[in-house]
Nanobody, 114 residues
Framework: QVQLVESGGGLVQAGGSLKLSCAAS????????MAWYRRAPGKQRELVAT???????NYADSVRGRFSISRANAMNTLYLQMNSLKPDDTAVYYC????????WGQGTQVTVSS
């Protein structure tokens, strides 16, 4: 089973930026469409950003224009650049395939203070 390890989260003030990384134990990014998801306290998991094998990206309306998804296939790494962060972006962020695998990594906590 592939292992997914997310990192890069932290505490940031509103308007700040963070860059999340996701490392996979083997190369899955070139053979799967990938995505970033998030789960805020008391809410269901939300699809935030997607990237196809061909590099086409798409974003949830709530983050479009502020977040950017990218990947480095040779490094088995997926990224999420998050700018102009808002308190509503506070959540645990996860990477996974799109559609997602049955298993998940531990996620990385992003907390945005007002």
């Amino acid at each position: 089973q592939v292992q997914l390890v997310e990192s890069g989260g932290g505490l940031v003030q509103a308007g700040g930026s963070l860059k999340l990384s996701c490392a996979a134990s083997r190369n899955i990014f070139s053979i799967n469409d990938m995505a970033w998801y998030r789960r805020a306290p008391g809410k269901q998991r939300e699809l935030v950003a997607t990237i196809t094998r061909g590099g086409i990206t798409n974003y949830a309306d709530s983050v479009r224009g502020r977040f950017s998804i990218s990947r480095a296939n040779a490094m088995n790494t997926l990224y999420l650049q998050m700018n102009s962060l808002k308190p509503d972006d506070t959540a645990v962020y996860y990477c996974n395939a799109n559609p997602h695998f049955a298993f998940w990594g531990q996620g990385t906590q992003v907390t945005v203070s007002s």
